[in-house]
């Protein structure tokens, strides 16, 4: 029902393309395969690109050069926005003062250090500083002991009436090489959610927030309408959804977590149905 | 623990205003009294204010009439943002050709019906015309048979892969005059979701697109800074948290839907935490 | 990778079975071709059988009757467990005077009317007896009008903390004769405690309640293990589920809900997995 | 508005009493002061009890030691049903053979174990057995590595499409002698279960299948009627609500999760409404 059309057609109808970045642009097995092609042929036309990704553990610089090392050298941090900056964001417009405790590796704290606030592990968390906890952030589900330290932010949330973060929304990621997958901190944070009984903030695709941060990134430089804009993704539920709700066309590609037998089915299911199906981002 | 605070002082702090209606603006019984003298107020202050309302019923020509009515001339249609203005906005943007289905009054979808798209009340669809169905909102509770066109609803979402928008997130409104409440469209829309099992696109607060669309009003005319914005509302779940996350200040007041009595409480039980807490938005 | 197994060599190996009634014995068009067949062979090997069903429309008396209209004469009241009967017992348990409030037709509140109660529906409640309404029903989904009085079932679960039962857990059914389905009263009551934020009642399949019941029935005449029973259904959520849980032994059968072609993917999907899967419980 | 009744009296209406165990008998230090004088009353006034517990870490005769080692030498094992005895019943009735994988402590094992299946914790599981798992049981929350173990438990129940059974589906339980919490064995099931999108068999109140068991060990040496039995808890959502829907009346003790100040609240706020409320249950 859904044909499936050729991406180079596709993308030739819009100035500015947004790319989700695993399933879309990596794999399993580092780049997908042809995918340089691709943007040197934006390059070569002109059209402007945004990678939008659903991660908090790491900076923009570092989610860059995890492209260089695979050989993508042309992706510069600039054009990379992540659920990690809308977390930054947040803290820096709400957050004035005291401790912002976190869940997620050293480097991922580092990031969000740098808006000023005293970042500490939750492990670093006793009922000495607890009152000067202003933040909870949930950046990366790695660099922490999970037994005692999603017991520690179940009791830290119990004491503290403050804002809980959520800068990852995914609930899973796939192991680079394997066919195994990871609970990602997203699905940790729905358990601590629900455990709780309180509302967390949280930062990603399929909400809206994630778009307009790279659509007003643009529109500072030049004017553009959301028509011009073209959204690839792997997944209906978060870049799909997310880009239709911003108003923006969308493609499906085949190369990630929707298989190609599975495409129709799941786009009947779920209802999320994107402008093209394309087999994948290569050009 | 929250100290309920002026709410002079607190405004004084800010450039721009925006307002939640119902339980902040008008109550059961109208125009909250004062509410003149805040708008009087902002005027001489020269701040900017508009109103951040979940309301897919009217058009915001309709809305600024219904604030005439009771006495507060000074609010304008453009200073009006509703969840139906990004129902629309959708439309415009996704939906090209076809028939927009549509659950709700016929003044509702005159609204939206502006668009160029040919809308038709859900009990219209039939066998016939089924095909052309490229889309299907829910505005209102009301201007329908619930049974019957509830039951059509359900059936035309099984037939067709087509988006479903809500235009008005809200489960319940207050009914004016009494202490009794309605079931909004926004909980009927729950409904149909979960039987369907399909994904609703929904609009309205908390969602931050409500609140990009009333930045991106004011960035066309001047250079803001989020930091310059206050969002005032009665509801937890919807002003503030949305307010939050947008990363404004916010301010429950007392006045609406959160009793001063049970404030404390909900804040703590549901970690929503405003920036202030008024008793009312009057100075 | 589920091998689909012939019915009579399955029922052989136990003494009593479960049967669902929609998808199973009858179907879209009346009874399902060769089920007379069935009972005819359980009666001849001394079987007995139950049909478990998730209705609260009508007694079992009446739902008998329906059996015979369609030709299937050997069905006897007393072989049919209801939620509806689950329903009545937790009434006369849990109810002890003043009004039961209700959706549904008068038929339904007539069987649960039996047990000295007074039944009222809805749309008779007034502010002069809401105080005497000690419990609310949600029956069927016909019989009432549907804006009218699941806005007054919201209110009146606003102003009496009293228990909500519903007695259908099923959230749609499929209508006579079509390819279409209705809404079913369990639909309506997830909207209703939606809203409401209140925990109802609920019974049915997949609870167990509902297999315990027919389970003490037969133990009143004869001792039973499970290992003797065999549940047979269409739906994996409801029968299968709830067959598992109660440690009996499970058929799916592929003439209702779970399309032949779709068996296996929503086993996987769900989880839930049948003992068996046969064609249909034609012997 | 719901008036504190004096527990002896309300006892003495009931031939049989159904205890939950912490809150009720035990707290965070040790045994409720006062509930000998229960027990011993109990059995001066010939009425049986029964302890019903959402507890899989233990066996009956190792819950009973507990009991015995705070001084209540009077509980026998033969008088604990716990959430861990349906999880050993289903296993005996639906899984036949091959490995039953979980999560737990040895000694948590130990107690299923017993059913001769062969038992052997996550972290044991490889891509040689795997096939042979036939289920996958949580037990409880120590006795494994939280990030390993819960990341094999997703893989594990990607693979094979066998049964997940949480033998408690509490949340959250009480730490002894602090006034911290720890996330339960059930808490840490709704994660995996949402992340893996399967349905996962639950055994624990409030589910009907707890009071059963009791209900038929009573039944077994003497006739009695759910209007003699009378269930004693602390919680709304699990004691409460559970007695009420099996159709036990059931009073809310106010010494463990719900405080005598949220009380009334709660039962507004929940909908579940308890026969009677007492300060404990000491007489």
Chains 1, 2, 3, 4 share one sequence.
């Not at 900076?59 to 992540?82: C, F």
């Not at 499906?252 to 037998?261: A, Q």
Request: glycine content about 8%; overall charge negative; some cysteine.
């Amino acid at each position: 029902m859904f044909s499936v059309q050729d991406f180079k057609s596709v993308v030739d109808k819009y100035k500015i393309i947004f790319f989700d970045a695993f399933g879309v642009i990596k794999s399993y097995n580092g780049l997908i395969t042809g995918m340089e092609k691709t943007f040197a042929y934006l390059e070569e036309q002109g059209k402007e690109y945004y990678i939008v990704t659903n991660d908090a553990s790491r900076s923009p610089m570092q989610l860059a050069e995890s492209y260089h090392k695979v050989g993508l050298d042309i992706i510069q941090h600039d054009r990379i926005i992540s659920s990690g900056m809308l977390a930054k964001e947040y803290l820096d417009l709400k957050v004035n003062d005291g401790i912002v405790a976190y869940l997620g590796t050293e480097s991922s704290a580092h990031y969000i250090d740098s808006s000023g606030l005293h970042t500490l592990p939750v492990s670093a968390i006793t009922q000495y500083n607890i009152d000067q906890v202003n933040a909870l952030v949930l950046l990366d589900d790695e660099g922490f002991n999970w037994f005692d330290d999603l017991n520690r932010t179940v009791n830290i949330l119990r004491k503290r009436t403050i804002p809980a973060i959520v800068a990852n929304t995914d609930h899973i990621y796939p192991i680079t090489g394997s066919n195994e997958v990871s609970i990602a901190i997203g699905g940790v944070a729905t358990m601590i959610e629900s455990i709780v009984g309180k509302k967390f903030i949280r930062f990603g695709k399929p909400d809206s927030q994630m778009f307009m941060f790279a659509y007003d990134l643009i529109r500072e430089r030049t004017p553009v309408s959301k028509k011009d804009i073209l959204m690839v993704g792997d997944t209906l539920h978060t870049d799909i959804l997310g880009g239709n709700k911003f108003g923006l066309d969308t493609v499906l590609v085949l190369s990630g977590n929707t298989l190609p037998d599975d495409a129709e089915t799941r786009i009947r299911a779920t209802g999320i149905v994107p402008t093209y199906v394309c087999e994948s981002a290569v050009v």
